[in-house]
């Protein structure tokens, strides 16, 4: 079975989705660690890559980690996965003008699911994820 998100888009959903149940607390790399299961090289780019987004903010120090930038309502899903996003399958079926078109039609069909997750993704927010816990 096909990844529909990349390692890395799911890493940082798991992070995302732990500093939402600590909201508006602050939670350290080694808390982070514990929690997502984030290989430890890993964490600190991903980390990176959110602050540098506007998703998080950090701070060092002795009270310091790192929180929300904003409130887990306002922020969706699909904002996290292309605050990080990698190349994946949803890239690769852009280029179907010279298939045949039986290979069209299945393409259209993946757009059309890759489309249906993205919608659901939109409107699902960290805060929604903390209702259903």
Do not use: W
């Amino acid at each position: 079975m096909m990844n529909l998100i990349s390692q890395t888009e799911e890493y940082a959903l798991r992070a995302m989705t732990c500093l939402a149940f600590k909201h508006p607390g602050y939670m350290t790399r080694d808390q982070l660690f514990e929690a997502t299961q984030v290989p430890h090289a890993y964490l600190p780019k991903i980390m990176l890559e959110l602050n540098r987004t506007g998703l998080i903010r950090s701070q060092r120090g002795h009270h310091g980690g790192y929180t929300l930038r904003k409130d887990p309502q306002k922020t969706s899903l699909l904002e996290i996965i292309q605050a990080v996003k990698t190349a994946t399958t949803r890239e690769s079926l852009t280029q179907t003008a010279s298939m045949s078109s039986e290979i069209q039609i299945l393409h259209q069909h993946l757009k059309q699911t890759f489309s249906q997750l993205e919608s659901s993704l939109s409107q699902t927010s960290l805060a929604d994820l903390y209702q259903k816990r």
